[in-house]
């Protein structure tokens, strides 16, 4: 009979916030697999837990994901656990997940802090609609990319990044979302030191120039739609063509443009199409 997979949610900073549910599991397992089992020793030892240690990261998750496939298919019970928060969420996590499903074997999770979703509810930015980008590319031009295929996008956007990192992302977002989009910057989460700096991404640009960043960062971007919400309608004045090519002009494809332009202006997109088309 096969193990099963517990996907164990650790403290991001308070060791007050690991569950008892979290601390049942770990002692009842029969083995732990942990991004950096250095960490995850201080976290055992601090609630006096021993149990056997593996490393499971992104430099060897193809071997050590097989050998902890075989330890659950010989009816082992395995956690795993991230460096912090809540695993399989931008991590290698999700391939062990992935070949649990494959080959049959339960996987649960053991609810805990996610630092993205604290972070976003502590923003005072929109929570109704969001999306979780994960950390940007450290290569100039992906991260580039990455940014202007997001920037009209109406959702919350949730980036995760490096301290070192922080000043040239920041760069970046003035450049793809403007220096008027409101961000918050979240740092040192539920530890005493806990920061949250709600501002414009130009204000925030400015600020870091002048303050070294420091500890891991989640940075919590408004998305286009509330932007447009927070501004007059400017589209009375022009003409749905007018419209229809200010985005084009912005780098928009014209089926994209009419499609922008009609949920602008709350009209169909045929109308929209019918309109811009007309000679």
């Known amino acids: 009979m096969n193990g099963k997979l517990y996907l164990c949610a650790t403290p991001i900073g308070n060791l007050g916030d690991v569950s008892p549910r979290c601390l049942e599991v770990f002692n009842s397992v029969d083995i732990i697999a942990a991004e950096d089992t250095r960490r995850t020793l201080q976290l055992l030892n601090h609630f006096e837990i ?21 330890l659950l298919k010989n009816g082992k019970n395995a956690v795993l656990v991230s460096d912090a928060g809540t695993p399989a969420i931008s991590d290698p996590g999700e391939d062990l997940v992935k070949l649990c499903i494959e080959n049959d074997i339960d996987v649960t999770s ?33 991260r580039k990319e990455h940014l202007e295929s997001v920037k009209n996008d109406m959702r919350t956007l949730i980036f995760y990044e490096a301290p070192h990192k922080l000043k040239n992302t920041l760069a970046d977002m003035e450049n793809a979302f403007g220096s008027d989009r409101r961000i918050a910057l979240a740092r040192e989460l539920t530890k ?18 002048e303050n070294n960043p420091r500890g891991e960062y989640v940075l919590i971007i408004e998305g286009a739609q509330e932007i447009e919400n927070n501004e007059e309608n400017i589209w009375e004045d022009i003409s749905v063509k007018d419209h229809v090519n200010k985005y084009i002009a912005e780098g928009m494809t014209s089926k994209d443009a009419i499609k922008k332009t009609a949920l602008d202006r709350k009209l169909p997109k045929r109308d929209v199409y019918n309109e811009y088309h007309k000679e």
């Open 50 to 70: 021993s149990k056997p240690l593996t490393s499971y990261h992104e430099h060897n998750k193809r071997e050590k994901g097989e050998y902890i496939i075989s």
């Open 110 to 142: 053991i609810p805990g802090p996610v630092a993205g979703i604290n972070a976003l509810i502590l923003s005072g930015l929109s929570t109704r609609r969001f999306a979780f980008e994960g950390f940007l590319s450290v290569n100039k031009r992906h």
């Open 192 to 209: 005493i030191h806990e920061e949250v700096r709600r501002c414009t991404i130009g204000e925030a640009v400015k600020f870091y120039s």
